[in-house]
């Protein structure tokens, strides 16, 4: 075996090795869009949440009246909280208005963080962890959704997306 046949061997063999280490045949378009649709999909169990809320309304009512930015308006906070995890949760796992709707949907958990679990329950939880750490479950795929847009398997690639790719090529 020449030198240079043994070079190219041992290059194919390394890149196949890092591609296997790295998951690199996993950088596809389609691959990402199909992240993103798990993404959106886990984020439809705020749905649930919001569902929930809805049939026991009174029961988050009164407990927005006991925290600090809550009494203000319980009323009004919880009309916010009961839509926006009905509206948020279904626009998202169809992928529709992802941007906005992940914006908002950020912007909502960083205000439950900020208005109702750190003044309630303190910056550190009785296990040691962030009081807030289920909150951060939704906070963190808005934040997500919002930078990266919804991906191709999704009502706005149909809508507009698709059209926007269309034009550019």
Known sequence: MSTSSYAANSTAQTS????LVTLDYLNHENMRSFGLLILR???????????HKLHGY????KFLGTAPVGELAPQ??????V?????LGI???????????SLWLACMFAFIILAVN??????????GGLSFEPVLFYFVPGLVLFFTGAGKF?????????HRHSTID
Do not use: C, M
């Not at 750190?118 to 296990?127: A, D, R």
């Open 16 to 19: 196949g090795w890092k591609r």
């Open 91 to 101: 626009a998202l796992a169809l992928g529709i208005f992802t941007r906005w709707s």
């Open 58 to 61: 009174q029961g988050i009512v």
């Open 154 to 162: 999704s009502l706005d690639y149909l809508l507009v997306g698709r």
């Open 118 to 127: 750190i003044p309630t329950n303190g910056l550190i939880s009785e296990q």
């Open 41 to 51: 999909l886990g984020t439809l169990a705020i749905f649930l949440h919001g569902w």
């Open 76 to 81: 009004f906070f919880g009309f916010l909280v």
């Open 83 to 87: 839509a926006g995890q009905l509206l």
